[in-house]
C-alpha cells in the first residue's frame, strides 16, 4: 500500500495547491487518486467524515461534497449506518455529443447554469432548513417517480424537472419558484439537447447518475443538512454544467473554438 502524508502536509497541500481548484475538488481528486493507486480498494470502507475533516484539515461540507462528487462519478457507494465503501470501476467513460446545430442552445444552457447554480443551491439551503412533512413526502414521491421512470428520457425529464421545482417551493420562498418555473419546460438541459443521441445504454448510465445526484440532494433535505443540500445541489447543477462543457469542447476539434 502507498504511503500516506501525515495530516498536517495534506492540509497544506491543499491550501497551496497551484491550479486553484476549490477544497472539495482537491479532496474529491485525492480520493479518487487513492482509488485508482489501489490505496482504497473496491469493497473497502472510507474513512469516516471526522477522520477525512482530520486527514484533509477541510469541514464537515467540504467532506460532504468530496463524497457526493465520487458518489455521482460511481466511485462510492452509502450504506447506511456503515459507512461509504468503494465501488470497482465503471467499465467505460460516458462520451457525451453535440451536433454543430446545437452549440448555440449549448452556450445558451450554459449562461442558465450559472443562474441556476446560484438559485437553486440557495433554496436547497432554505428547504433543508423550512421543509414540512408534506413537502418532503411530495418530493420524495417525484425521486420515486424519476428512478420509475429512468428508461423512459421524456417522462424522467418531466420528473427531473418537477424535482428542481420542488424543492424551489420547499424553500418556503415562492419568487424561488417562480423565477424557476420562468426558465420554461426546457429546465433540464437534456429536454432541449440530447447529449447521447441513439446510445442508449449511455443515456442510462446517465440518468443513473442523476438519481444518485437526487438522491444526495434528498437526503440532506430530510436530515436538515442546510450547508449539506446547498453543496449536493451545486454539485449537482455543476456536473450538468460541465456535460455541455464537455459536449461543446468534443465540437472544438471539428468546428472552431467555443463562443
Known amino acids: 500500500m502507498p504511503p500516506t502524508a501525515e ?35 473496491p469493497g473497502d470502507r472510507l474513512p ?15 467532506v460532504r461534497e468530496a463524497m457526493s462528487s465520487l458518489r455521482a462519478a460511481g466511485r462510492l457507494a452509502t ?29 445558451d444552457m450554459l449562461a442558465l447554469m450559472e443562474i441556476r447554480i446560484a438559485l437553486e443551491a440557495e433554496a436547497a439551503s432554505l428547504a433543508a432548513q423550512r421543509r414540512d412533512e408534506a413537502g418532503l413526502a411530495a418530493l420524495t414521491r417525484i425521486a420515486e417517480d424519476f428512478e420509475a421512470s429512468i428508461e423512459d428520457p421524456a417522462q424522467s425529464a418531466l420528473h ?3 424535482f428542481h421545482l420542488c424543492v424551489a417551493r420547499l424553500s418556503g420562498n415562492a419568487y ?18 440530447d447529449l447521447f ?5 449511455a443515456r442510462l448510465a446517465y440518468l443513473r447518475l442523476l438519481q444518485v445526484e437526487h438522491g444526495n440532494i434528498l ?21 450538468s454544467r460541465e456535460r455541455l462543457r464537455a459536449a461543446l469542447e468534443g465540437l472544438g476539434g471539428a468546428c472552431g473554438p467555443e463562443g
Open 48 to 62: 469516516t467524515e471526522r477522520e477525512l475533516m482530520a486527514r484533509y484539515g477541510v469541514s464537515r461540507t467540504v
Open 160 to 162: 427531473d424537472r418537477d
Open 79 to 107: 450504506q447506511q449506518g456503515r459507512g461509504a465503501f468503494v465501488l470497482a470501476p465503471a467499465p467505460q467513460a460516458l462520451a457525451y455529443r453535440l451536433h454543430p446545430s446545437e452549440a448555440d442552445a449549448a452556450g
Open 197 to 201: 443521441k441513439e446510445d442508449a445504454a
Open 219 to 239: 437526503d440532506a433535505i430530510r436530515r436538515a443538512d442546510a450547508e449539506g443540500a446547498r453543496a449536493a445541489m451545486r454539485l449537482h447543477l455543476t456536473h
Open 7 to 41: 495530516p498536517a502536509a495534506l492540509a497544506l497541500q491543499l491550501l497551496r495547491d497551484p491550479r486553484r481548484l476549490s477544497l472539495s475538488e482537491q479532496v474529491t481528486r485525492d480520493l479518487d487518486a487513492r482509488i485508482t493507486g489501489g490505496e482504497l480498494r
Open 176 to 193: 424561488f419558484g417562480s423565477l424557476l418555473g420562468g426558465l420554461g419546460s426546457g429546465l433540464p438541459p437534456r429536454a432541449r439537447i
